[in-house]
């Protein structure tokens, strides 16, 4: 099992930043891809970022890039994703989650979720 914790989330006015963590523990040694995935009030839960542990690869959605930047430290078993130029489409709550299965970034099934960090973004 892998427990995952997302920090960092709160109130921003848009074009501001933050910077959400998630830090994992328990049976970390074979997670293959971590990554950030979102929901707003009333929609489905998306994907936003995610990268490969070990190489640290990334793959972003399309409506972050240039924007958001998703990283690891692999010594502290935390993945990070950076949020510039936020915008009030941003607000959501945020995912982190991790995988153990071998997979392209683009497989967005993951086997671990957190329990999500509320990122609110004011116009």
């Known amino acids: 099992q892998v427990q995952l914790v997302e920090s960092g989330g709160g109130w921003v006015q848009a074009g501001g930043s933050l910077r959400l963590s998630c830090a994992a523990s328990g049976r970390t040694l074979g997670m293959n891809a971590m990554g950030w995935f979102r929901q707003a009030p009333g929609k489905e839960r998306e994907f936003v970022a995610a990268i490969r542990w070990s190489v640290g690869n990334t793959y972003y959605t399309d409506s972050v890039k240039g924007r958001f930047t998703i990283s690891r430290d692999n010594a502290k078993n935390t993945v990070y994703l950076q949020m510039n130029s936020l915008k009030s489409d941003d607000t959501a709550v945020y995912y982190c989650?991790?995988?153990?299965?071998?997979?392209?970034?683009?497989?967005?099934?993951?086997?671990?979720w957190g329990q999500g960090t509320q990122v609110t973004v004011s116009s």
């Open positions: 989650a991790a995988r153990v299965r071998i997979a392209v970034l683009g497989d967005f099934t993951y086997d671990y």
